[in-house]
């Protein structure tokens, strides 16, 4: 027996420091194990518990692994360090190669890697793909909102998804192409449901679950798709077939835009509108200065660009029709008066407010 391995033979404090990681690990184990993830995020789809599951699975052999690579490396740190009374240039043992040990550490995180990789791969690919049955609808990403279409609903809804609980959904997600401009990646996230699938233009994917359990959940762009990126939300709304059933009946009986009495306008309040809503895309400046959208300091009022709306003049009426109905054109793209949030109110106070600038 050599030298070397007398001086290292590990002692009593290392099975003491083994037992005690095992121990700290075993505790936090059951932590993961008990944990009520659904308590800290609601699991509000079926996809939600699977990824949960996958979650806990990794989560819950990750933790002895780094309790004892951690654990022993600070044992050894501390237990082996360099006394003061050894030269400087002492250099430690040259021990290496412990055959056993070696096997050991590659085959378990092997074989708990391969394990992870069959549970995920039973798991996962069923929400990525469409499903027989399920109610079909499709999400599409604009700057900066969500447009849904529903069969059967000749309008879209904007920023609010209605689902019925129990029901399985198939969503085909994409984003806008309307043209080079506007086609830019958004994402459709909802941590409840733990979906998170990038919406990219001219490509469709369809992301297939069931809602089970009611309430109102966000849903968030976490692509950064421009100015308005931070802004761009929308809610989920979770409801039961009947309360579906009678929402989808208003909406589908909802006959385009209300009616906008433009005489009624504020222009301080049309103001305000201004700064909240349009300015992420508009300047009230001459309409050569984009920033998304045209300059609209001289809508009303532009020598350089007689012809403004439609090859007419401006007129407050064709201008609360573009921002009731949206924009869509060589321009680029403008969401229409619900996706901004705007009541008719609101667009009224706007054309007062427009006809005010540059008098
Ligand atoms: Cu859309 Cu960020």
């Not at 690919?125 to 279409?149: C, D, N, S």
């Not at 009495?261 to 001459?286: D, E, M, R, V, W």
């Not at 969401?335 to 407010?353: H, R, T």
Request: aromatic share 12%; hydrophobic share 45%; charged share 20%.
């Amino acid at each position: 027996m050599s030298e070397d391995k007398r001086r290292f033979t590990l002692d009593r404090s290392f099975w003491t420091v083994t037992i005690a990681l095992g121990l700290i690990s075993a505790v936090l184990m059951a932590l993961v194990k008990f944990m009520p993830l659904d308590r800290v995020l609601p699991e509000a789809a079926d996809s939600a518990q699977s990824i949960d599951y996958l979650f806990k699975f990794m989560t819950f052999f990750s933790i002895p692994i780094m309790v004892y690579v951690y654990g022993f490396a600070l044992y050894f740190i501390f237990r082996y360090r360099r006394r003061h009374d050894q030269p400087m240039t002492d250099v430690g043992s040259g021990i290496h190669d412990h055959k056993g040990l070696e096997f050991w550490w590659t085959m378990v995180p092997a074989v708990l890697m391969l394990t992870l990789g069959i549970l995920s791969y039973l798991e996962i690919p069923k929400y990525y793909q469409a499903k027989a049955g399920a109610v079909t609808l499709e999400a599409i990403g604009h700057k900066w909102f969500y447009e849904f279409r529903y069969p059967g609903l000749k309008n879209s809804v904007y920023n609010e998804l209605h689902l019925p609980v129990g029901v399985p959904v198939t969503i085909d997600v994409t984003a806008a192409e309307a043209n080079e401009r506007d086609a830019v990646i958004h994402s459709f996230w909802v941590p409840e449901f733990r979906v998170k699938q990038d919406m990219v233009p001219g490509l469709v994917v369809p992301l297939t679950f069931t809602p089970i359990r009611q309430g109102t959940y966000p849903l968030v762009c976490t692509e950064f798709c421009g100015v308005g990126h931070s802004a761009m939300r929308a809610a989920v709304v979770i409801q039961s077939r009947s309360d579906f059933d009678a929402w989808y009946k208003k909406t589908a009986a909802a006959s385009g835009h209300p009616t906008v009495a433009l005489s009624a306008g504020n222009a301080a309040g049309g103001q305000q509108i201004f700064a909240q809503k349009c300015t992420a895309c508009h300047n009230a400046a001459p309409f050569d200065q984009r920033k998304v959208g045209p300059g609209l300091g001289n809508l009303f009022h532009d020598p350089a660009h007689p012809k403004l709306v439609d090859g007419k003049p401006a007129n407050a009426k064709d201008v609360a029709e573009i921002i009731s109905q949206g924009f869509r054109g060589d321009m680029g793209m403008m969401p229409n008066m619900q996706a901004n949030g705007l009541s008719a109110k609101d667009v009224a106070n706007l054309i007062a407010y427009l006809q005010t600038l540059h008098k």
